[in-house]
């Protein structure tokens, strides 16, 4: 059965419940950068990223983890602000771990994120267009994520990350490319604090805060790197 469909593959849920990325012929570059990501992150255990669990290259299929959803399903079950909170808690840490290691997702949106029942926990996934410095592009983004400024690496990441955190705290996904007005309408229900730090991850005139930045402003305590 088919989960969801994509630019260069679909999810599929087997006889077995099993969860796996197919990926067609034409995206064999994608799907070698993808499994090429999952093995370098992989070298930290303890990351949210969804786990290499197995793949096979005459098929070109990758192995994701049961019991999941996406987080835009999840949002819909309106969760608490202390689950959202943990979940933004997370993320914020999925990124900080890739921008540390020099990998720019490069395609950072809800679609991206699913969240695993039995664990209570997140999952990145995607990393078909992610990279080291020089070797991602951010223009491949999903629209409603897509710097407008069209910058690559990390400050391409923040910008599509304030988007999402928007999207979390007030519990409302958007449809499509949210427009300068929608934005600003959105975060005024938001504290702020947290209205200072998106305002300027999604500024397309002044310099976005990293990714550390962004986590201290959310409270969180780093670990050491």
């Known amino acids: 059965m088919i989960l969801g469909t994509g630019t260069y593959g679909t999810v599929d849920l087997t006889d077995q419940g099993d969860v796996i990325k197919k990926i067609p012929a034409k995206g064999f570059s994608i799907y070698l950068r993808e499994v090429f990501n999952l093995v370098y992150l992989n ?98 983004t999903t629209p409603a994520y897509a710097d407008p400024n069209k910058e690559d690496g990390p400050s391409g990441d923040i910008y599509s990350l304030g988007i999402i955190l928007t999207e979390l705290l007030t519990g409302v996904p958007f449809i499509s490319r949210p427009s300068a007005s929608k934005i600003r309408d959105a975060l005024q229900v938001l504290g702020s604090d947290h209205r200072k730090i998106i305002s300027r991850m999604i500024s397309l005139k002044r310099k976005r805060p990293t990714i550390d930045e962004v986590c201290t402003s959310f409270g969180l305590r780093l670990p050491p790197f």
């Open 43 to 140: 070298k930290e255990p303890n990351l949210h990223v969804v786990g290499l669990k197995g793949f096979s290259v005459p098929e070109m299929n990758i192995k994701l983890e049961r019991g999941s959803e996406d987080i835009a399903a999840w949002i819909k079950k309106s969760p608490s602000s202390a689950e959202r909170g943990k979940v933004i808690s997370q993320l914020l840490l999925c990124v900080w771990w890739l921008h540390h290691m020099q990998i720019t997702h490069a395609d950072l949106k809800l679609g991206n994120i699913i969240y695993v029942r039995n664990t209570d926990s997140i999952r990145l996934i995607d990393f078909g267009f992610s990279g080291l410095p020089g070797w991602c592009h951010h223009t491949c």
